[in-house]
C-alpha cells in the first residue's frame, strides 16, 4: 500500500513492515516522519534496507522520534572523545584485546530492554553494520498485545492490577551491574529495581499489552510479583513463560548489511539467537526515550 512518498509491506500476520522508498541519510520533512510514525504504531516493527548510514544519519533519523538517551552502559561510563553517545555498539569483535561493543555472541533470552529502569524506552532501534556471512544471528520479536490475548482468563484474571519488581543488579547475562555488591545481594525481594504494573496501556494506542521484561539474568530470576508469595509468584511467571514461548505470536528477521529496525519497546519483546565466535557482528543501536513515563 502506499503512505506518504513510500510504500508499507506487512512482514507477518503478527507484527513488521517493510517501508521502501526513504532514504535515511537524507532529513525528512514532517509529513513523511509522521507517516514512518504512524506506521510504526500500527506494526510495532518498522523495517528499511539497503540503508547507508553514518552515525549522524542515525541519530538524527532516530530523533525525528524523540530525545534519545544514552546506551545502558554509555550512561555511567561514556567512551571518552565519543562523537555520538546515543549510540550502544552491539558487537563481537575484538580491536586490540578489547571488545569493541557488548552482548557478545552468545544467545540473549527474550527481554524487554530496560524494563529493570524506572524509565524504559519507547523505542529501539538497530543497524546492520556487519553481519556474520553465514547468516545466523536473527533477531527475534514478539507481539504482547497478542501474547496478552492469548493467556487463558484464569491467568488474566490473578495478573490484574499486579505489579512485577524487575531486579536491577545483575546483566541479561547474569554479570553484576557496575556498583552493585554481592554481598547486599541476600534475595531478589532487597535487590534494587524497579516496579512496573505486569499489564500495560499503550500511551498511544490504548491497546494492553503483557508487559514481564525478563525470565532470568543468567542463572538468578529477574523478577517478581509484588504481594505475593515467592513460590506462587515463581510458579504463575513459569507457567507465563512457558505459555509465551508455545504461543509464538512472533516475527524473525535475519539481518543483511544495510538493514535498520526500530521497534515498540512497549509492547514488544525480542531475542537473539547464538552466533560462531568466529563470525563478526557489529550492529549501532539507539534508544528513545518514553515521554509519557517522565
Known sequence: MKSSDFDVTTLSSHMGAEICGVDMSRPLDAITIDAIYQTWLSHNVILFRNQKLFDRDLVRFSR??????????????????Q?????????????????????GDTEVDWHTDLCHSDLPPK?????????????SGDTGYMNMYGVLEALPQAIRKAINGRELKHEDAHTLQGEL???VSEEKLRSLEEAPGPVHPMVRTHPETGRKA?????????????????????????????????????????????????????WD?????????????????????TQIRDASLT
Open 64 to 81: 525525528y522520534f524523540g530525545e534519545l538517551d544514552l546506551g545502558p552502559t554509555m550512561a555511567w561510563q561514556p567512551e571518552e572523545g
Open 210 to 262: 503483557l508487559y514481564i521484561g525478563r525470565q532470568y539474568n543468567g542463572d538468578h530470576r529477574a523478577a517478581y510479583i509484588i504481594g505475593m508469595p515467592r513460590d506462587e509468584s515463581d510458579a504463575l511467571l513459569d507457567e507465563i513463560w512457558t505459555i509465551i514461548r508455545y504461543e509464538k505470536c512472533t516475527w524473525y528477521h535475519k539481518w543483511q548489511v544495510g538493514d535498520f529496525l526500530m
Open 123 to 135: 523505542a529501539t532501534t538497530l543497524y546492520a553494520v556487519e553481519i556474520p556471512t553465514d547468516g
Open 83 to 103: 562523537e555520538h553517545p546515543e549510540i550502544y555498539v552491539i558487537s563481537n569483535v575484538m580491536k586490540d584485546g578489547n571488545a569493541i561493543g557488548f552482548l
Open 177 to 179: 551491574r557496575h556498583g
Open 265 to 285: 519497546n512497549r509492547c514488544v519483546m525480542h531475542r537473539r539467537g547464538s552466533f560462531s565466535s568466529k563470525m563478526r557482528r557489529i550492529m549501532h543501536r
